[in-house]
């Protein structure tokens, strides 16, 4: 399994700005479709944002599409969160997730292999 590690999370005001970065650990990176996935406190974890391999197509849940813009490169095998207009309802523990080789995307947790510890992201009103 590729060991992802999430950075960027913090205490930002409702209305601001962060990007996530998620940093992997092996050149199959690019053979990964890659995935974001929060939990809020109480919460089941759902799905945020995926983009395929090639990052050429992406897919947003309904609750933070215009807001968040989901990137990856390849080179530097990384993929990114940009979370613009942040919302108090946003504050969660943010997830990196890493798909199959050579995958297809999903919005299913079970469909990725890989996961990262995480990066706390509140979002004071």
């Known amino acids: 399994q590729v060991q992802l590690v999430e950075s960027g999370g913090g205490l930002v005001q409702a209305g601001g700005s962060l990007r996530l970065s998620c940093a992997a650990s092996?050149?199959?990176?690019?053979?990964?479709?890659m995935g974001w996935f929060r939990q809020a406190p109480g919460k089941e974890r759902e799905f945020v944002a995926v983009?395929?391999?090639?990052?050429?197509?992406?897919a947003y849940a309904e609750s933070v599409k215009g807001r968040f813009t989901i990137s990856r490169d390849n080179s530097a095998n990384t993929v990114y969160l940009q979370m613009n207009s942040l919302k108090p309802e946003d504050t969660a523990v943010y997830y990196c997730?890493?798909?199959?080789?050579?995958?297809?995307?999903?919005?299913?947790?079970?469909?990725?292999?890989?996961w990262g510890k995480g990066t706390k992201v509140t979002v004071s009103s």
């Open positions: 983009i395929s391999r090639s990052g050429g197509n992406t």
């Open positions: 092996e050149r199959t990176f690019s053979k990964l479709p």
């Open positions: 997730a890493g798909g199959p080789p050579y995958g297809t995307m999903s919005r299913a947790d079970d469909d990725f292999l890989s």
